[in-house]
């Protein structure tokens, strides 16, 4: 099964979707944090997607990608640049207070080609296209031309997330089974903390939505299937699963990994950091740790001088 191709009559089905969904308004104060974060920087555009999206949630966080055409359009250090170059995305926190309301936001930073590369049937990393076979508001473009380069991977990112539920799924099933079965699958080898009920939770209200998207980017693929009802059977070969299944194994063993490897990184790149552990402390536990300047600038440096305060603050204390 071959990626859709962004220009025939099925794949421009799944793009008809995506583009229905990527137009659709968003709340003012989230395009003016948009618009001062992208400043004057070349960005070519700006997805919104996540629980922030689904579901508005005043002391939330935002989570948006920023895509590039090079690497030096983003403001940051070198080390920051270089290790985005090497293991994308870069996340960085921000905070701003827009039309009176404080709002947060973890912002990952990649490359047009590395969102092309993550968003492939080739890619070991299953994280990019796990995320945007998912609703996504497209809140900054360059232009026309930039717009149709970030849909053509999102296109790209759902024929993959369309394949594997394909494989990785039943015999035969209603789409939101399949949906369900490689959204538990993506969970478990990304090594997140998520209830058994996330799936339903991702599909709540969006049935028809990832029914119609499954269906489209099968037909674009050229996968064949059968149709009774809400019942869908792709009719894949014992021999095909057996090799789609060894694949994602491999798949599956690469997420501690990675998840090590974005951490450790992380540790040195997160831009904002501090902010963003004050604000998860506060939100979980109620305690508002103040962040010194220099603690913010410098939070590898000053953990002990944090970790001692939340003890003082008895965050560490059971209860």
Not at 26 to 40: E, H, I, K, M, N
Not at 79 to 88: I, W
Not at 104 to 123: D, E, M, N, P, Y
Request: with cysteine; glycine share 8%; proline share 6%.
């Amino acid at each position: 099964m071959d990626h859709p191709h962004f220009d025939s009559p099925a794949a421009g089905q799944v793009a008809r979707l995506l583009i229905g969904e990527l137009i659709q308004p968003v709340a003012p104060d989230v395009t003016a944090f948009v618009s001062r974060l992208v400043g004057d920087a070349p960005v070519l555009g700006v997805l919104f997607y996540g629980s922030g999206l689904r579901q508005a949630d005043p002391d939330g966080i935002l989570d948006f990608y920023v895509v590039l055409d090079r690497q030096s359009d983003w403001p940051r250090g070198g080390a920051a640049l270089a290790a985005n170059t090497l293991l994308p995305p870069n996340v960085e926190y921000h905070e701003w207070t827009e039309q009176g309301r404080c709002i947060r936001a973890k912002v990952a930073i990649l490359t047009l080609s590395q969102f092309r590369a993550l968003t492939g049937r080739a890619t070991l990393d299953t994280t990019m296209w796990a995320r945007f076979c998912q609703p996504v508001r497209l809140v900054w473009a360059r232009d026309d031309q930039a717009a149709d380069r970030i849909l053509r991977c999102l296109v790209r990112a759902v024929g993959v997330a369309a394949w594997w539920a394909a494989c990785l799924g039943p015999e035969q099933g209603t789409a939101a089974i399949y949906w369900q079965q490689l959204f538990a699958h993506t969970y478990e080898a990304e090594l997140r903390v998520e209830s058994a009920g996330r799936a339903q939770v991702l599909l709540a209200g969006q049935q028809d939505r990832y029914r119609d998207l499954l269906i489209a980017a099968w037909t674009a693929s050229g996968l064949p299937f059968t149709q009774t009802g809400d019942v869908l059977h792709p009719l894949l070969s014992a021999a095909t699963r057996a090799r789609a299944r060894r694949q994602w194994q491999v798949r599956a063993g690469m997420g501690r990994p990675l998840n090590i490897a974005r951490l450790a990184k992380a540790a040195f790149t997160f831009a904002g950091g501090a902010g963003y552990i004050a604000w998860k402390i506060r939100r979980h536990s109620g305690f508002d740790l103040k962040i010194p300047p220099f603690a913010a600038r410098h939070p590898l440096l000053c953990l002990p001088w944090l970790l001692w305060k939340l003890r003082q603050a008895g965050i560490f204390t059971r209860r």
